[in-house]
């Protein structure tokens, strides 16, 4: 049963009229839960800010449905069906090249061959560091046959096998360290009783076959095999992908790396899938170190790395849908369901017609950093944090608590290894309306980043009456320029951080016809991901050397297994922020918020003095409800040799951090010199642009992700305010330039 009472998502973040949109649920209770659709305008639920504004909207949408438990089950594997295609009546044997990484768990499944029943009939698996073959002799009772050896150890690579004689009644498991040197394999021969095999249903990669597939292999396997030799021939046989010769089937891994497929290469053609989305592109027993691209020398990246906590889609059942109405209003929504004195609410974006704005201004909503993130459980959680939840009715759920249901990249697996694979189809505690993301935070800080982060410029738009359309980061990877082509200006929230090549060149592509473009946050354009090409809803991100990274990867698994580009910053692929923005990453400190000073050129300059129109102080921005201040937790600085324009005019810059605050990674050399040669200490700062392009696009960058926090301090009659919304009165006002 599920830890938490009521709990669902949905199988899009976004949609266009004439979508449809499945939600799933799981309620542990025995009455109806009820479904109905709200828009959501703030989830900020700061008893001292905006507080939670959240209408109810009235179209056809959910009802009352039963509730039901729906499990889900954590845990990578790979799923061979036989369909018949194989019997043995003598006996088998399978094989397998791994490299485990936690070793000393208990009984960690390599291969498993069960039958109709989804019973194993024979399973190699991992115990408490020993090779242990299991076979099935009747329904009920197995043998446990283990190799008597020294313990296999973690980040090794071995190659292993296990064989059943069914005629002589006896058992092989054993192994060779393939980093030892040559001589003979460690091995151990028992008989047991003689049991027919028959046919076999299924055979299990990375875990053991059952009503559900458990005991999940942690670790990278390679080059699996189904072969047919003497038992006191296994250990001296070579497996070999090129040379599959005495082999029934012989699995590939480095073949059809950017799918869920798992392709057989032996006379079966034993083709199977992947569940749970494992990470592929991952080095093996072969790999040298001379080549860094499996796309250049695929032999060598013939691993799969499984996980028993990898989960990516919950797979639930679906309990209703939703098509999205001809002319609803762009925005932000949820499903609220309620039932037994719980609710939850699933959000999703209403986005306008293909090529249809609805308004002069497009927000960008940065679905792809928010699912990245998703379920990220912070290392810096406390429990007292629960306090603030209790006493503000916040959302109640927080990853740092509930870890079973999914974490995001921004964590790390139960080996060690960082998690690359993200997804939106499980229910995800971080998008939810009143969330809280940082819950010790001081003063009028609400403590939240991302999606509840943005909805204070959602809601200051509303609050100003400027209409807006909302385009994701979906959309704007699908349709590109299109997504965005017809509007005067088009926005980012405080955090557009991962981006694929396509979202970053629409962006680009929209600057260069003309388009103007507000970049009202920090550490923005700063990840290259990718995205999975059987639109299962996975994102990949390789966090590669250099750049704040919550983990390391592996060397020689820096290139994507989704598309095959070079992952890590977009920085290191040759597209700095400061191309798109003008400003990109400098400093980061903990979650606290500083003020901007006012250039006094930018004030004498007719280029630029319409910017501060009704602004009378020096100092703006040391006020908000993102870490009280409007520059804070990320900065980002102009620098020209990292492609900000010549004519891109610094208006204003923040001063007087937090003593938390340090330069990024990527920009220092050693402890006392940079990169870019400046003094440490002037790398610490957010850099408000203004910049015009030659194609007519104007640009306005602030450099800092708790800018957006501060529009709506003092009901929006402030300084921040003022300085956005003559910002927008310029862009929306001024004729778009657009060229052919």
Known sequence: MNEIPLLGYSDRLSGRPGDEIAFKVSSEAREPFRASLVRVICADPNPSGPGLQIEDVDLPFGGEFPSRSQPFHPG???????????????????????????PQKVRQ??????????????????????????????????????????????????????????????????????????????????AIESVPIGDMARIIFGGV???????????????????????????????????????????DFARDTSSTRVVDVGPLSLQGR??????????????????MSWKHAPDQYGAIHFHEDDIYDF?????????????????????????????????????????????????????????????HARPNFDPSWLDRISTWNAYPWNPAVYRKYGLSTYNFHTDGSGICHASHRRPLFSLRPGYITFGATEGDCSGLRHLQADTHLYAWLEKMGIPFDIVTDQE????????????????????PEY?????????RQYRERGGHFMYLGGNGFYWRIAVHPEDNGTLEIRRNEGGIRAWAAEPGEYYHAFDGGYGGLWRRNGLPPQQLAAVGFSAQGNFHGSYYRISPDARANPETAWIFEGVACDTVGDYGFSGNGAAGFELDRADHRLGTPENTRVIASSENHHESFIPVPEELLTHITTWSGEPIERLVRADMVYQQSDSGSQLFSTGSITFCGSLLYNEGGNDISRIVANVLRRFLSTEQIIKP
Request: charged content about 20%.
């Open 274 to 291: 992947l569940v749970n989305m494992p990470a592929r592109a991952m080095t093996g027993s072969t790999w040298t170190g001379e080549e």
């Open 476 to 495: 704007l990877h699908d349709d590109g320029y299109e997504a965005i082509k017809g509007y005067s200006a088009v926005t980012t929230g405080s955090h």
């Open 76 to 102: 990578s594997h790979a799923v061979i069906p036989l369909d018949g295609r194989f019997r043995s009546d003598h006996g088998i044997a399978i094989s397998a090249t791994i490299w485990p990484t936690t």
């Open 315 to 375: 797979d639930w059942e679906t309990d209703f849908t939703f098509t999205i109405p001809s002319g609803m209003k762009s925005g932000l929504y949820a499903a609220r369901i309620r039932c037994g004195g719980h609710e939850d609410m699933m959000p999703f974006y209403v986005c306008p017609p293909r090529g249809s704005p609805s308004a002069d201004l497009c927000v960008l909503a940065s679905t792809f950093t928010y699912t990245i993130y998703g379920n």
């Open 109 to 190: 499944g390599i291969v498993s061959c069960g039958n109709s029943e989804r019973k194993p009939v024979l399973s190699l698996c991992l115990d408490r560091g020993a090779l242990t073959a299991i076979v099935r002799i009747s329904a009920n009772q197995e043998r446990l046959i283990t190799c008597r050896s020294e313990p296999i150890k973690a980040r090794r690579w071995y190659r292993v096998w296990a064989s059943y004689d069914a005629e002589n009644g006896t058992v092989s498991v054993g192994y060779r360290a393939l980093d030892a040197l040559p001589g003979p394999a460690n091995f151990t021969v028992a």
């Open 209 to 251: 076959d059952g009503d559900t597939v458990s005991g999940h292999f942690n670790g990278k396997i390679e080059a699996p095999a189904l072969v047919d030799v003497p038992v006191e021939e296994i250990d001296e046989h070579e497996y070999d992908i090129k040379d599959h010769r005495g082999a029934w089937a012989l699995w």
């Open 499 to 507: 981006h694929t090549p396509r979202t970053l060149g629409a962006l």
